[in-house]
């Protein structure tokens, strides 16, 4: 084998190996949920740190807190990072909401990855899996 060619070989494999870590990476990738804070402030439930949630799980926080409120029966609003909802709201339930949403909105159940995304058709909800391919429908309504 020509010197030239030898190095363009090793250059090749070089980046194959590359390539292939670069796909263990990304499959040990896991999702991180933050904790929820939520305190009362007189007849308000605060959910202070509710931007984190979006942003963690890549949802617009606007639908987000279109299913918070139907879950939580209120009209809660964003102000700056917070979420305001009138009323008290046990704030042990937000943790157990999260975590539902993330079950059905957000991981995938063919592969459980929770690279995806959704979309709709015909007012329908798909969640489309970036890990496996996989497109589900979803049974909720705040896709
Ligand atoms: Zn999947």
């Given amino acids: 084998m020509p010197v030239q060619s030898k190095a363009e070989y090793e250059k090749l494999l070089g980046r194959l190996q590359q390539n292939a870590s ?3 990476r990304r499959e040990v990738s896991r999702l ?3 904790d929820p804070h939520v305190i009362w402030i007189g007849q308000r439930t605060i959910f202070r740190n509710f931007m984190e949630f979006p942003k963690a799980l890549r949802r ?3 639908k987000l ?3 918070l409120n139907k ?3 209120s009209a809660g609003y964003i102000a700056g990072d917070r979420v305001i909802f009138l009323g008290r709201k046990e704030p042990s339930s937000f943790g157990a909401l999260i975590d539902r949403y993330v ?3 957000v991981i995938c159940p063919v592969c459980g990855s929770p690279d995806t995304r959704t979309e709709k058709s015909k007012k329908l909800g798909f969640l489309l899996c ?3 391919g996989a497109r589900s429908s ?3 309504n705040y896709a």
Avoid: Q, R, V, W
């Fill in 22 to 24: 670069n796909t263990s």
């Fill in 32 to 34: 991180e949920i933050p």
């Fill in 60 to 62: 617009e926080p606007e």
């Fill in 65 to 67: 807190l279109l299913y």
């Fill in 71 to 73: 879950e939580l029966a």
């Fill in 103 to 105: 079950k059905d909105y």
């Fill in 130 to 132: 970036e890990a496996c």
């Fill in 138 to 140: 979803i049974k909720g």
